[in-house]
């Protein structure tokens, strides 16, 4: 996809190179700046081609074009499947992701990813695509997902998840009676040995925290909100598990049950600056019908 970002120079860079500003105030990596000099309209002052090391002056007009034509993701094959879009812009998409429905293409699963979904529907539009997923979700996890549309887009929204400034929370059916209203899970998590899936907490991993707050107590069984701190695989399902308390439906980290066949996690709420405008953003999604029904296998 093509994207083109228009700034206009302020006092305050009037003399500054056009590598400053890309860096500085755009922050812009280093890999999208050498993708912008390689194309011919990349990046213009004023309407003309310019050269990272030309100073601007206050009244120019900097104009940077974005093309991703040469990164996309030709090994994902468009596959008609539905995507439930909760908001779409120029520069990121974001889909209430349905449980049992992988992220990325697999040897298991080639055809029927969000990724070939998400394929599919650019495709329709006639639209080149990449996919870059900000915040990545489990098969069976349901729930806001966040996809940049570009590389730009990709980079800005990357260093406020790294920041801990994409603020995402979940719903999640755990078993067991938790003794405390909320509290905060803080425990490394590192590859369980001998498995390519399992995670488990251990002081070779790297640094976890999750907080949580139980909104229903059921016999058996509790409704939190889940918020992950740290961004690690399974984070959530090992952390609950840990402290005794497995998700509802979780063979992996021991919490089999009959009222739901996949882990009871869902991905509700997301809140972030746009990476590009730079306007708060906040999204939430109603929980499934599946974890609906498992809330009411115990509350009877």
């Known amino acids: 996809m093509e994207r083109s970002i228009t700034l206009d120079i302020g006092p305050e860079l009037s003399g500054r190179e056009i590598k400053y500003v ?29 050269f990272v090391i030309k100073k601007v002056a206050a009244g120019d007009v900097l104009t940077l074009k974005i093309s991703d034509e040469d990164e996309a993701s030709e090994n994902i094959v468009p596959v008609r499947g539905e995507i439930d879009i909760v908001y779409e812009d120029e ?14 293409p697999s040897l298991d699963h080639y055809r029927d990813t969000l990724a070939n979904h998400t394929a599919y529907y650019y495709m329709e539009k006639g639209r080149s695509f990449t996919f870059r997923p900000i915040n990545r979700l489990d098969r069976n996890t349901s729930g806001l997902m966040l996809i940049a549309k570009n590389s730009y887009a990709q980079d800005m929204a990357a260093r406020l998840h790294k920041e801990g400034l994409l603020k995402r929370r979940y ?12 509290g905060t899970i803080d425990a490394p998590i590192a590859r369980a040995d001998g498995s390519v899936i399992m ?33 690690r695989t399974h984070q959530i399902r090992v952390h609950m598990a840990h402290i005794g308390h497995p998700l509802a439906g979780d063979f992996l980290y021991g919490g ?33 019908e599946d974890m609906k029904r498992a809330i009411k296998y115990f509350d009877r």
């Not at 890999?31 to 310019?50: F, S, V």
């Not at 719903?171 to 909320?182: M, Q, S």
């Not at 907080?211 to 961004?231: C, D, N, Q, S």
């Not at 009871?264 to 730079?278: C, D, M, Q, R, W």
């Open 22 to 50: 890309l860096k500085s105030r755009l922050f812009m990596s280093a890999r999208l700046i050498a993708k912008l000099k390689r194309r011919e309209d990349g990046i213009l002052l004023n309407g003309e081609r310019a």
């Open 91 to 104: 520069d990121l998409l974001l889909v209430n992701k349905a449980a049992g429905v992988p992220t990325h």
């Open 171 to 182: 719903l999640a059916l755990v078993l067991g009676d938790i003794k405390t209203d909320f």
């Open 199 to 231: 995670r488990e907490v251990s002081t070779k991993g790297r640094p976890a925290r999750t907080g949580y707050r139980v909104l229903k107590r059921f016999p058996g069984a509790a409704l939190i909100e889940a918020v992950p701190v740290t961004g």
């Open 256 to 288: 089999e049950c009959e009222a739901i066949p996949r882990h009871a996690l869902h991905s509700y709420k997301i809140e972030f600056t746009h990476p590009v405008s730079g306007e708060a953003l906040n999204f939430e999604c109603d929980m499934p």
